[in-house]
C-alpha cells in the first residue's frame, strides 16, 4: 500500500522528533542521576540505538524511514526522490528535531530551547563524523540495493549505537539530529560553531557511502543468476 507525500512527510516529523527526544531526554537523564562519563554514553547509545529499530520499523512503510537529510538527499542523488520530495523531507526533519528538542527540554525542567555552548571541535571528531555517516548511509544503500530492506531497522539501530562507542564524535551521522542537539543544554548537545563544522563532515561522508555503495550495487547479469 503507498503513502500519499502527506503521509510521509508526517512519519518524516514525527520519527525524527522521536529520535532527537531520545539522544537529548538521554542526555538530560544522564545529568540527573549524576551519571559518569562511561554510564551517560552507554545510557545515550541504548537510548538512541533502540528508538531508531523502533521508528525504522513503525515508519520506513510510509516515508522509508530516512529521519535524517544525508539519506533524503543521497536517495534524491539517486533519483529515488524528486526535488519536491527531498525538499519536503528534510524541512519535516528539521522541524521535527527542532520540535524533539523542545520536548526533552521541557520533560527535564529545561528552557524549551537554547542554543548549546557544548563545543565539538578538532579534525578527529569531523573524520568522525564523515566515517560514522559514510558507515551508516552505506549500510541502508546496501541493504536496499540487495533488497534486504528487512535489515535496515536493526542495522541502522546498531550501527548508531554501536558508533557513540568506536567514534570520537560519538555518532550524530545526521544533520537533522545536529540541528536539533543545538537547541538544548543537554550534555549531549551541540553548540551553533560546532554544529557546522559537524554537518559539512556528515555530507562528505555520505557522499563517500554514495559512491562505494554505487559500485557494490548488483548488476543486470549478477541479479539475474
Known amino acids: 500500500m503507498s503513502s500519499n507525500l502527506s503521509q510521509k ?3 518524516e516529523f514525527v520519527g525524527t522528533l522521536f529520535l532527537v527526544a531520545s539522544v537529548l531526554g538521554a542526555g538530560h537523564m544522564t545529568r540527573a542521576l549524576g551519571a559518569g562519563s562511561a554510564e551517560g554514553l552507554t545510557m545515550i547509545a541504548l537510548a538512541v540505538g533502540f ?4 521508528i525504522v520499523s513503525v515508519f520506513g512503510p510510509i516515508s522509508g524511514g530516512h529521519f535524517n537529510p544525508a539519506v533524503s538527499l543521497m536517495m534524491a542523488l539517486r533519483r529515488e526522490l524528486s526535488p519536491s520530495q527531498t ?3 528534510i524541512f519535516s526533519q528539521i522541524l521535527g528535531a527542532a520540535t524533539g528538542a523542545f520536548f526533552a527540554n521541557v520533560m527535564f ?10 563545543d565539538r571541535t578538532g579534525s578527529g571528531l569531523w573524520v568522525g563524523e ?6 551508516l548511509v552505506l549500510l541502508i544503500l546496501v541493504l536496499l540495493d540487495r533488497d534486504r530492506v528487512s535489515w535496515i ?12 562507542f568506536f567514534t570520537s564524535s560519538t555518532s550524530f551521522a545526521n544533520p537533522a539530529v545536529t ?17 557546522l563544522y559537524f554537518i559539512i563532515f556528515q555530507l562528505l561522508g555520505a557522499l563517500a557511502a554514495l559512491g562505494v555503495a554505487t559500485v557494490l ?4 547479469s549478477a541479479a539475474t543468476r
Do not use: C, Q
Open 9 to 11: 512527510i508526517i512519519a
Open 51 to 54: 528508538v531508531l529499530v523502533v
Open 87 to 89: 525538499s519536503a523531507y
Open 109 to 118: 525542567g529545561a528552557s524549551s530551547w537554547s542554543l548549546s555552548d557544548v
Open 130 to 135: 564523515a566515517f560514522a555517516t559514510f558507515g
Open 153 to 164: 531497522p536493526a542495522g541502522v539501530g546498531l550501527w548508531v549505537a554501536g558508533g557513540h
Open 179 to 195: 540541528i536539533g542537539r543545538m537547541l538544548s543544554n543537554a550534555p549531549s548537545s551541540i553548540s551553533l560553531e560546532s554544529a
Open 217 to 220: 550495487k548488483p548488476t543486470l
